[in-house]
């Protein structure tokens, strides 16, 4: 019975607060992890496309004019963060590379 209680109150918490455009996507579900998941699925996608976009995005990351590092290395972070939530590990001689770019 608890448990139940938690998964409607999950659910309710996921359903209130996602805008009211996007409650279609997960009227018809009952469970918070499923709304939840179909969530994730419709922001981050994990296609090979949304990879290859990523990969390319990686490797033509360039420091701008009058950029700070700190930022550059923390636009590579956010790419990298991205690629592994793919699935896609990158190999540490490509970081190592692009963060010597500048």
Aim: hydrophobic share 40%; proline share 3%; charged share 30%.
């Amino acid at each position: 019975m608890r448990f139940k209680k938690r998964c409607n109150k999950a659910f309710s918490s996921i359903y209130l607060n996602v805008s009211k455009d996007l409650r279609p996507l997960i009227a018809d579900i009952t469970e918070g992890k499923k709304a939840w998941e179909v969530i994730q699925k419709y922001f981050h996608p994990e296609s090979r496309a949304r990879t290859i976009g990523l990969l390319d995005q990686f490797f033509s990351c360039r420091i701008e004019i009058n950029e700070k590092i700190g930022l550059y290395a923390a636009r590579l972070r956010k790419i990298i963060a991205d690629l592994l939530d793919c699935g896609e590990k990158v190999p540490l001689k490509d970081q190592a590379f692009c963060s010597n770019d500048w």
